[in-house]
């Protein structure tokens, strides 16, 4: 690193350590990191895993101080996924919007048994999180609605409706799913979606440009456009 590299890490160390002890959510959670990695002071398992749990108590934060302490004690400690102290700080980290807990949360609702309440409790979280567009939340949650191995949890109805909101928004990744859902669909279906097209593509369009959010009006406007759009081509092959 050499002698300047190691002064400007040591200033880092000490800016950081006066910003985390003002009460800086940011600060606090970089300085545990640092003690965590052993990065510009003494690796200190104990003081980082203190430092994080400071950061939670502030009550700021996204779910990172939380999601940061449950790998610590993954990667460093040897506690395994399904222990107690890693579930909770990652549920609650998903409760507080933290993306990467979203992840495993959509994991752990799929996983061993209905009757197990950590199933069910991260399956509500999820579901909770969708609701309030968190994150990935309503990705994760169309998927499981569609492919979950327990039949009672699929909605098919459900996951297009988010599907089809998450694709006008602009959701590359929505929208290949909602085109893969449509060539399953019943002929009605299909039917309805050629129809929905025309008025579909521009709420996209408004949606990107940031004109109209779908979420709100898009699908009366699409519905709209879409009636006029095949009205004037029945009329235009009439007239001809």
Not at 7 to 20: D, E, H, N
Not at 81 to 106: C, P, Q
Not at 147 to 171: H, T, V, Y
Request: hydrophobic share 45%; charged share 25%; glycine share 8%.
């Amino acid at each position: 690193m050499g002698v300047f590299g190691a002064i400007r890490s040591r200033s880092c160390f000490i800016l950081t350590q006066k910003a985390a002890n003002s009460g800086s959510l940011e600060s606090t959670i970089r300085l545990a990191s640092m003690y965590e990695e052993g990065d510009a002071v003494e690796k200190d398992i104990d003081k980082a895993i203190s430092l994080f749990k400071n950061a939670i108590a502030l009550e700021k934060g996204d779910g990172e101080a939380l999601w940061r302490l449950a790998n610590l004690y993954l990667d460093s400690l040897d506690y395994s996924i399904d222990s107690y102290e890693v579930t909770s700080l990652m549920l609650e980290s998903a409760k507080r919007g933290y993306d990467s807990a979203i992840s495993v949360v959509a994991e752990f609702a799929e996983s061993g048994d209905r009757r197990n309440p950590l199933n069910e409790e991260a399956f509500f979280i999820l579901h909770k999180n969708a609701d309030k567009g968190l994150g990935s939340a309503k990705m994760e949650l169309a998927t499981i609605l569609l492919e979950s191995k327990f039949p009672e949890r699929r909605n098919k109805g459900e996951a297009l409706d988010i599907l089809q909101s998450e694709s006008l928004k602009g959701n590359e990744l929505a929208h290949e799913k909602l085109m893969q859902q449509r060539w399953d669909m019943p002929i009605d279906n299909k039917i309805g979606g050629v129809f929905y097209f025309p008025g579909d593509v521009l709420v996209m369009v408004l949606s990107k440009l940031g004109i109209t959010d779908y979420s709100y009006y898009g699908g009366t406007l699409s519905f709209l456009v879409s009636i006029i759009f095949w009205f004037f081509i029945v009329f235009g092959v009439l007239l001809r």
